[in-house]
């Protein structure tokens, strides 16, 4: 064999296989993007990532990891040659043929080391920045329009938004990758080997006839059979998988409420409670694994018989014309390499159902997640305006998620000095209220003017962000450029003075500080931003009446001409606030009076 003539043809054989790639696999991915499920939701998730529109780069490496791809191919069609050279000299006891042929190893392996590494970094830098934009992508679309709330109502269609966004993403990315290289290896190493088997492969006589290059069609037909069986062996995998990953989010997510809650659970002694649900998610994890279990022996055990059968084929077809001298050892060695490789070829569906079941569980759950956040800023929110710093309602009604009226046709004006308390039993749509005009309830109608760009709600619980209580004190601005002693002034003024030596601290202030230094330190956000309208909901609750007296003396005092708005039930705060808004529940119904 003139190994010269080879390597040149090599190049040509690049070139041809490259364009031929490029043209079929465009007709593919536009017939899978235009008529599968899972291919439209690839579409959907990734066509703005290869757009030229935004940048060339990410095609290019696309066409640089097919490059690389139709080398592999081209080095192992290269290296099942090199075996019929070596084991031909060797036969003919030809020493200098053999030692030509391990100086050609040696180039041919140091060509496959450089082309393999470099393959390694091109296609997992390919896959971190395609995990950088999808995260991007999903994470704004989530965070924009409150989508990461609204969406709550919408559970069913996207559970556990922190694993889509964090390990679906990756795993898409990656398998996406490896998928898309081991179909193009697999369908271009099946014809660049089916060329070689056809060459070393001699007629086979089958009932009195005569077949010509039968091993051929033999391995396609042996192949194309067991490939249908794995497929409905292994079909129920893709369900499988799907729940395998649902129901490890949900155990995981009951875990994690346990420690966000651990104090409650801990006062109410509801360890068993809380032991029994834990055990019952994970028995269904558990459950779902071992139907994984079972389904997998059968398909496995069905992929090794059929791989290990296929082993003995090349050499008992070849072994009559061996001995007749009819080939060389070198053709019978490389007859068998040849066969195995088109037998993995063909068999690569068979080979990787189960990680293209994964795949596909993974396409859907992200694809739910994007469906849920479209459903989530498709919501109408109730129409809000600003008018200077006016904060009214004008003819709003309040709904429940089931339409029901909590609030029918509340129409009011809150004036700076007159700060109006709501309040009414449980359940007649306070909190809710507050939700209307935050502008995150959609479930109702009406007109809200009020200061979008100087408004600040305090919940009942505060939120306080991971780092520097500093930070914690500024949320949700930057603790930039802040006057020396400014905010340990403000600790003072919300008898939070004890602290003052640990604003620069980072921890979990959330489990340091107590409900009601929480809700101080809420009121210290309150004396920084300054907002012309502040919204209470039961936020001194936690306060004792002197310390709640205090908090608001000190609001209305820092504050006069900031609109507020209170939700509570202590009769204490009527002396803080100059009207009172009663809600009557039920039926809707609602009035308004001044307080004397």
């Given at each position: 064999?003139?190994?010269?003539?080879?390597?040149?043809?090599?190049?040509?054989?690049?070139?041809?296989?490259?364009?031929?790639?490029?043209?079929?696999?465009?007709?593919?991915?536009?017939?899978?993007?235009?008529?599968?499920?899972?291919?439209?939701?690839?579409?959907?998730?990734?066509?703005?990532?290869?757009?030229?529109?935004?940048?060339?780069?990410?095609?290019?490496?696309?066409?640089?990891?097919?490059?690389?791809?139709?080398?592999?191919?081209?080095?192992?069609?290269?290296?099942?040659?090199?075996?019929?050279?070596?084991?031909?000299?060797?036969?003919?006891?030809?020493?200098?043929?053999?030692?030509?042929?391990?100086?050609?190893?040696?180039?041919?392996?140091?060509?496959?080391?450089?082309?393999?590494?470099?393959?390694?970094?091109?296609?997992?830098?390919?896959?971190?920045?395609?995990?950088?934009?999808?995260?991007?992508?999903?994470?704004?679309?989530?965070?924009?329009?409150?989508?990461?709330?609204?969406?709550?109502?919408?559970?069913?269609?996207?559970?556990?938004?922190?694993?889509?966004?964090?390990?679906?993403?990756?795993?898409?990315?990656?398998?996406?990758?490896?998928?898309?290289?081991?179909?193009?290896?697999?369908?271009?190493?099946?014809?660049?080997?089916?060329?070689?088997?056809?060459?070393?492969?001699?007629?086979?006589?089958?009932?009195?006839?005569?077949?010509?290059?039968?091993?051929?069609?033999?391995?396609?037909?042996?192949?194309?059979?067991a490939t249908l069986l794995a497929i409905w062996i292994g079909k129920p995998l893709i369900r499988l998988n799907f729940l395998n990953e649902k129901?490890?989010?949900?155990?995981?997510?009951?875990?994690?409420?346990?420690?966000?809650?651990?104090?409650?659970?801990?006062?109410?002694?509801?360890?068993?409670?809380?032991?029994?649900?834990?055990?019952?998610?994970?028995?269904?994890?558990?459950?779902?694994?071992?139907?994984?279990?079972?389904?997998?022996?059968?398909?496995?055990?069905?992929?090794?018989?059929?791989?290990?059968?296929?082993?003995?084929?090349?050499?008992?077809?070849?072994?009559?014309?061996?001995?007749?001298?009819?080939?060389?050892?070198?053709?019978?060695?490389?007859?068998?390499?040849?066969?195995?490789?088109?037998?993995?070829?063909?068999?690569?569906?068979?080979?990787?159902?189960?990680?293209?079941?994964?795949?596909?569980?993974?396409?859907?759950?992200?694809?739910?997640?994007?469906?849920?956040?479209?459903?989530?800023?498709?919501?109408?929110?109730?129409?809000?305006?600003?008018?200077?710093?006016?904060?009214?309602?004008?003819?709003?009604?309040?709904?429940?998620?089931?339409?029901?009226?909590?609030?029918?046709?509340?129409?009011?004006?809150?004036?700076?000095?007159?700060?109006?308390?709501?309040?009414?039993?449980?359940?007649?749509?306070?909190?809710?209220?507050?939700?209307?005009?935050?502008?995150?309830?959609?479930?109702?109608?009406?007109?809200?003017?009020?200061?979008?760009?100087?408004?600040?709600?305090?919940?009942?619980?505060?939120?306080?962000?991971?780092?520097?209580?500093?930070?914690?004190?500024?949320?949700?601005?930057?603790?930039?450029?802040?006057?020396?002693?400014?905010?340990?002034?403000?600790?003072?003024?919300?008898?939070?003075?004890?602290?003052?030596?640990?604003?620069?601290?980072?921890?979990?202030?959330?489990?340091?500080?107590?409900?009601?230094?929480?809700?101080?330190?809420?009121?210290?956000?309150?004396?920084?931003?300054?907002?012309?309208?502040?919204?209470?909901?039961?936020?001194?609750?936690?306060?004792?009446?002197?310390?709640?007296?205090?908090?608001?003396?000190?609001?209305?005092?820092?504050?006069?001409?900031?609109?507020?708005?209170?939700?509570?039930?202590?009769?204490?705060?009527?002396?803080?606030?100059?009207?009172?808004?009663?809600?009557?529940?039920?039926?809707?119904?609602?009035?308004?009076?001044?307080?004397?």
């Amino acid at each position: 064999m003139q190994w010269q003539e080879v390597l040149i043809e090599s190049g040509l054989w690049l070139a041809k296989a490259y364009a031929l790639t490029l043209v079929v696999g465009a007709i593919v991915v536009w017939g899978l993007t235009r008529f599968t499920r899972w291919g439209r939701q690839f579409r959907r998730l990734s066509a703005g990532y290869f757009s030229l529109r935004r940048s060339w780069k990410p095609l290019a490496g696309v066409a640089l990891i097919l490059l690389l791809t139709l080398a592999a191919v081209r080095l192992d069609v290269l290296f099942s040659n090199w075996y019929n050279t070596m084991y031909s000299a060797l036969q003919a006891l030809d020493e200098p043929g053999f030692w030509a042929a391990m100086l050609l190893f040696s180039l041919l392996a140091a060509v496959h080391v450089v082309r393999s590494l470099f393959d390694f970094y091109v296609q997992q830098a390919f896959v971190v920045h395609w995990r950088e934009w999808l995260n991007e992508q999903l994470l704004s679309r989530w965070m924009q329009g409150q989508a990461y709330y609204r969406s709550q109502s919408l559970s069913h269609l996207a559970d556990n938004p922190d694993q889509r966004i964090q390990q679906d993403i990756t795993s898409f990315a990656q398998n996406s990758m490896t998928l898309a290289v081991g179909l193009i290896n697999a369908l271009v190493s099946t014809i660049a080997f089916t060329v070689i088997l056809w060459n070393l492969s001699g007629p086979m006589t089958v009932l009195g006839h005569e077949i010509p290059r039968a091993m051929v069609f033999l391995v396609f037909i042996y192949v194309f059979v067991a490939t249908l069986l794995a497929i409905w062996i292994g079909k129920p995998l893709i369900r499988l998988n799907f729940l395998n990953e649902k129901l490890n989010a949900d155990y995981r997510y009951a875990l994690v409420r346990v420690r966000e809650y651990a104090e409650s659970i801990a006062f109410y002694r509801g360890e068993r409670v809380e032991g029994r649900t834990l055990r019952s998610g994970f028995a269904q994890v558990i459950g779902n694994a071992w139907d994984i279990i079972h389904r997998s022996l059968k398909f496995l055990g069905f992929n090794f018989v059929v791989t290990q059968t296929a082993v003995v084929f090349p050499f008992i077809l070849q072994a009559a014309r061996f001995f007749s001298k009819q080939i060389s050892l070198g053709d019978l060695i490389q007859t068998a390499q040849a066969f195995g490789r088109l037998q993995d070829n063909l068999s690569f569906f068979r080979n990787i159902y189960d990680s293209f079941a994964t795949y596909r569980a993974t396409l859907e759950r992200l694809a739910g997640f994007d469906d849920a956040i479209d459903a989530a800023r498709a919501m109408e929110l109730p129409h809000t305006r600003q008018d200077g710093g006016r904060l009214a309602l004008l003819g709003v009604t309040v709904n429940r998620p089931d339409g029901h009226a909590l609030i029918r046709d509340l129409s009011l004006e809150v004036s700076p000095g007159q700060p109006l308390l709501v309040r009414g039993p449980s359940g007649s749509g306070k909190t809710t209220l507050l939700r209307m005009i935050a502008g995150i309830w959609p479930h109702g109608s009406g007109e809200i003017i009020r200061p979008d760009s100087s408004a600040l709600f305090l919940a009942q619980k505060p939120y306080l962000p991971l780092g520097t209580l500093r930070q914690a004190l500024h949320y949700p601005q930057p603790a930039d450029a802040v006057p020396p002693g400014q905010d340990e002034a403000i600790l003072d003024r919300v008898q939070l003075g004890h602290l003052r030596d640990r604003l620069d601290v980072e921890d979990d202030w959330s489990r340091i500080l107590s409900l009601g230094e929480q809700q101080r330190l809420a009121f210290g956000r309150l004396l920084i931003a300054r907002p012309q309208a502040a919204f209470l909901d039961e936020a001194t609750s936690a306060m004792d009446e002197g310390l709640e007296d205090a908090m608001y003396r000190l609001l209305l005092e820092q504050l006069p001409e900031a609109r507020i708005i209170s939700v509570g039930h202590r009769g204490t705060l009527r002396r803080h606030h100059g009207f009172e808004l009663s809600l009557q529940g039920e039926s809707g119904g609602w009035t308004l009076k001044p307080i004397e």
